[in-house]
């Protein structure tokens, strides 16, 4: 078995530099790419207290929450879900790095496996995959998808050659059967 969790933000998002509205954020749009070629339904990490939906107000919670190293408080998830081995996991990437609440989610939970999924706006994954070895040393965390945010339109054909990989992979094949 496997379960999607994703961190992403809706409200503005950049777009060639500028804030623009979103209903769904650009992380959540690739989360449900994957969950429909995986038919499984992506899970939301949600913060008790939403962020803004201003893109200036956004940067400026999480750069000081990147700053206080907080670990803000979330919706429960069901227990089932953070017990699956093996987690597709997605966030965008806050600052070169994972955001807070992904961190908080890695506090609560500890994966065997983790297929990381990011949207950023040119940093790749930034330092996230070196804070995720960090917070789950003894997952095996398999290389990751990057997609820029302004490209999620495009990202069908990226996300269907990342899943092929792990198609034939025998460990990731047992623990998603």
Same mark, same amino acid.
């Given at each position: 078995? +496997?379960?999607?969790?994703? !961190? $992403? *933000? &809706?409200?503005?998002?950049?777009?060639?530099?500028?804030? =623009? &509205? /979103?209903? /769904?954020?650009?992380?959540?749009? =690739?989360?449900?790419?994957?969950?429909?070629?995986?038919?499984?339904?992506?899970?939301?990490? #949600?913060?008790?207290?939403?962020? &803004?939906?201003?893109?200036?107000?956004?940067?400026?919670?999480?750069? %000081?929450?990147?700053?206080?190293?907080?670990?803000?408080?979330?919706?429960?998830?069901?227990?089932?879900?953070?017990?699956?081995?093996?987690? !597709?996991?997605?966030?965008? /990437?806050?600052?070169?790095?994972?955001?807070?609440? #992904?961190? $908080?989610?890695? @506090?609560?939970?500890?994966?065997? /496996?983790?297929?990381? !999924?990011?949207?950023?706006?040119? *940093?790749? !994954?930034?330092?996230?995959?070196?804070?995720? @070895? %960090?917070?789950?040393?003894? +997952?095996?965390?398999?290389?990751?998808?990057?997609?820029?945010?302004?490209?999620?339109?495009?990202?069908?054909?990226? =996300?269907?050659?990342?899943?092929?990989?792990?198609?034939?992979? $025998?460990?990731?094949?047992?623990?998603?059967?």
């Amino acid at each position: 078995m +496997a379960v999607i969790l994703v !961190f $992403s *933000s &809706p409200g503005e998002t950049l777009l060639r530099g500028r804030p =623009v &509205p /979103v209903m /769904v954020g650009n992380t959540q749009r =690739v989360a449900t790419l994957i969950g429909q070629r995986l038919h499984l339904k992506p899970q939301a990490i #949600v913060p008790q207290v939403p962020y &803004p939906r201003t893109y200036a107000a956004l940067l400026t919670r999480a750069r %000081q929450e990147q700053a206080d190293q907080a670990l803000p408080a979330l919706e429960p998830l069901a227990p089932a879900l953070l017990a699956d081995p093996v987690w !597709f996991l997605g966030y965008p /990437v806050w600052f070169g790095d994972l955001p807070r609440p #992904v961190v $908080s989610l890695l @506090h609560q939970a500890h994966p065997k /496996v983790v297929l990381p !999924f990011a949207t950023h706006e040119g *940093s790749g !994954f930034g330092q996230s995959l070196t804070t995720l @070895h %960090q917070r789950v040393p003894t +997952a095996q965390i398999y290389p990751g998808l990057p997609i820029r945010g302004s490209r999620v339109d495009r990202a069908a054909c990226a =996300v269907d050659h990342w899943l092929q990989q792990y198609s034939t992979s $025998s460990l990731i094949k047992k623990e998603i059967d």
